[in-house]
């Protein structure tokens, strides 16, 4: 007898739509078919519904928030069945001893709530610590924290060093690290120049893994940022990811096409490059992203002492206004403060460093300095960067998949967190019909396993692992809305590992999800 059948339901297999039946058996698919006549534990009538492989985010920041009380129900309620974590540099692991501090301090600028007690000092200990997740787990280690365990925060490090980090990566990577991210904008990765990137992508194509890139610049930097990668994917062969693919800043708006058609050479060169990006045209990332790169060499304490001095403040101001920087590219009007930590300036949540400028009667870029000093570094902002038509242009390539690159902040996440892979089908796909349905699912299942070496995950195919996702596509729609966050709702059932996890739209708190690794899936 089998554990469940999945009856009547429309099937997307491929890049077809076709009425039929799924059977589960010991969290395995034994039969699809047409009006299948067999026993089953449990029967799920899906009539009028879609059935689907489970999707794929290949760009999430889950990483702390799965190692409470195993995971939040946020993506199992879009049809999420597997994270793929450790992305822009920010991994847990591997945390070295001797800076332990400067690896704790670059976490807590993106992980709200973080203690040093959740600091691992490998891949290893973390699925130890994790153990049975609501959710599939795949993880990159981060190239931040990789250059941190060796070298600190220090700009320059020695080829003694690199030696250290390259077999550091090794290791993470043997104990079933899916590749290695990096996050080009951030401490101490911004140091790395194209030798130390070339190594370790090398090391990563040894493996026969995958490197997941956040560029230097998504806005006036762009066509450098973007060469660089692909120069590094056509000369060392590495399986390439670019991470959250946009086009940032007003003057850069109308500039996706370019960005696509570079991609689409360094693809049509033979080299393996593909990218994620979510359906917002507003980000989210740490206000210490607006400093520039220098000033943020010292550790987060000493950066916040200089900041008392007028000197200092004066380079930065005059780096802040430079018409490269984030701060310029984006404008002040376009940058939201998501969220601030301290009571006393809690006013400001949710007003643009413009209007929260003019309420201190501040100048903006003095106020950025003193947000940092007194949040130490842990202020949210929202960058409101891309274009509506940039945006539909990446999520309809060929070579786009999905990922919400949500950062959990409690109420005041970005609403991609809980809501991308809804709004894309109930937005993007539904309405604005950027792609069809059979597309839009493969950009959120079969493509990102191929990329990530799930073999037996993405496609709904008898002896494959059961992670199906079922739902009615004209039921995805937006339940409230609240200024800048919406809650959809729409997916009916959930199965992951071949069980019922999301009943009516509603996670059941079965914990059924596996720490997975590109050896053994």
């Not at 993880?139 to 700009?155: C, E, K, P, Q, T």
């Not at 100048?363 to 007194?374: G, W």
Request: charged residues 25%; hydrophobic residues 40%.
């Amino acid at each position: 007898m089998n554990d469940l059948l999945i009856r009547n339901g429309q099937l997307v297999i491929g890049d077809k739509v076709v009425a039929g039946d799924v059977a589960v058996h010991d969290g395995i698919i034994v039969e699809i078919g047409q009006r299948l006549s067999l026993n089953a534990r449990r029967v799920i009538e899906a009539e009028g519904m879609h059935v689907c492989p489970g999707f794929i985010d290949m760009h999430s920041h889950s990483d702390l928030a799965l190692l409470d009380a195993n995971g939040k129900d946020w993506k199992l309620r879009q049809g999420v069945t597997t994270e793929v974590i450790g992305n822009c540099g920010f991994s847990l692991f591997p945390v070295l001893p001797e800076h332990g501090g400067e690896a704790f301090d670059f976490l807590a600028s993106l992980f709200s709530g973080i203690s040093r007690d959740d600091l691992c000092k490998d891949l290893a200990e973390y699925f130890r610590r994790l153990e049975k997740p609501n959710i599939n787990v795949v993880s990159f280690v981060g190239h931040n924290m990789l250059r941190i365990g060796v070298n600190g925060n220090d700009a320059e490090i020695s080829s003694q060093r690199m030696g250290e980090m390259g077999k550091l990566l090794d290791e993470q990577l043997e104990q079933g690290a899916a590749g290695m991210s990096t996050g080009l904008i951030y401490l101490p990765a911004c140091f790395a120049d194209n030798e130390e990137l070339l190594g370790l992508a090398r090391g990563v194509k040894k493996r026969g893994k995958i490197m997941a890139w956040h560029i230097r610049s998504e806005g006036d930097g762009e066509e450098k940022a973007l060469q660089e990668v692909l120069d590094v994917a056509q000369v060392s062969g590495v399986n390439t990811e670019i991470s959250h693919l946009k086009v940032s800043g007003r003057r850069n708006h109308g500039r996706m096409s370019c960005v696509l058609e570079e991609i689409e050479r360094s693809i049509g060169e033979g080299n393996a490059v593909a990218f994620d990006a979510y359906p917002y045209t507003f980000g989210n990332t740490t206000i210490l992203t607006l400093l520039p790169d220098w000033a943020l060499a010292d550790k987060l304490p000493d950066l916040c002492d200089k900041l008392a001095g007028e000197t200092f403040r004066e380079r930065i101001r005059a780096d802040m206004r430079k018409s490269g920087s984030v701060f310029m590219s984006v404008g002040s009007d376009k940058i939201i403060l998501a969220a601030c930590n301290e009571a006393e300036n809690e006013e400001m949540q949710g007003r643009s460093l413009e209007e929260a400028a003019r309420l201190r009667g501040s100048d903006v870029c003095e106020l950025v300095m003193d947000l940092i000093v007194s949040e130490k570094g842990k202020t949210s902002i929202f960058l409101f960067q891309a274009d509506e038509r940039d945006l539909r242009l990446a999520l309809a390539s060929k070579y786009g998949v999905l990922g919400t690159d949500g950062i959990p902040l409690g109420d005041k996440s970005h609403s991609r967190l809980e809501n991308a892979f809804l709004r894309f089908l109930g937005h993007c796909v539904a309405v604005e019909k950027i792609c069809s349905l059979p597309e839009a699912v493969a950009k959120m299942s079969l493509l990102p396993a191929r990329n990530m070496g799930l073999t037996r995950r993405g496609g709904l195919e008898a002896g494959n692992f059961a992670d199906i996702c079922i739902f009615d596509l004209d039921k995805i729609k937006v339940q409230e809305r609240d200024g800048l966050r919406e809650q959809w709702r729409g997916v009916d059932y959930v199965v992951l590992n071949g069980k019922v996890v999301v009943e009516k739209t509603e996670y059941n708190g079965v914990c059924a999800g596996r720490n997975l690794t590109t050896d053994k899936h």
